[in-house]
């Protein structure tokens, strides 16, 4: 039996709790998500896991220092992220895209060889089991709007104005 270790940090954003192993990353989501982390977690690991709750990891100082402004401090963190082959390449394209920068679902499906693939793309983006460690919120629409969002559409503003990124203006302003 393996034992991960759930961890929480209270981040600018809210309260966010993770699952670990050997500093590795394994889940992450927001407070009010808690049981899509835990059912992605039996999903994947069926019952051969234990959880047990670390309060301090290496992790931990990666998020603080991410949040603090070193916005490169979430590369740093190594992730397992649990899916089919064709969500893993979706994942892996999401690490690639730069800090401050955004890409297009269309764009992430050119780059994994899939050019039609724009929409599967998405619903691999909506499955990632590590948000915000693996970017999601950087993929906007193809028209330059922010899209959806798992961990809520305020947040991905939030973490794209945190990390320089040039989004449009909501409806109204500018």
Not at 119 to 125: L, S, Y
Request: hydrophobic residues 40%.
């Amino acid at each position: 039996m393996n034992t991960f270790f759930l961890s929480s940090f209270n981040s600018p954003i809210g309260l966010v709790h993770f699952v670990h192993h050997d500093n590795v990353l394994y889940a992450l989501d927001f407070e009010e998500f808690d049981a899509r982390l835990l059912k992605s977690l039996n999903r994947y690991l069926a019952n051969d896991f234990e959880l047990s709750v670390s309060e301090d990891s290496a992790i931990h100082a990666l998020l603080e220092s991410y949040f603090l402004g070193d916005i490169n401090a979430l590369d740093r963190i190594k992730t397992h992220a649990l899916g089919t082959n064709f969500q893993q390449q979706v994942w892996q394209a999401l690490r690639t895209i730069p800090v401050g920068k955004t890409a297009s679902y269309q764009q992430i499906a050119h780059q994994i060889n899939n050019k039609d693939g724009q929409r599967a793309v998405g619903m691999a983006n909506g499955k990632n089991p590590i948000p915000l460690v693996i970017p999601c919120h950087r993929v906007i629409n193809s028209n330059g709007k922010l899209g959806g969002y798992s961990g809520a559409l305020w947040r991905k503003e939030w973490l794209l104005k945190h990390e320089g990124a040039n989004i449009p203006l909501p409806l109204g302003e500018g």
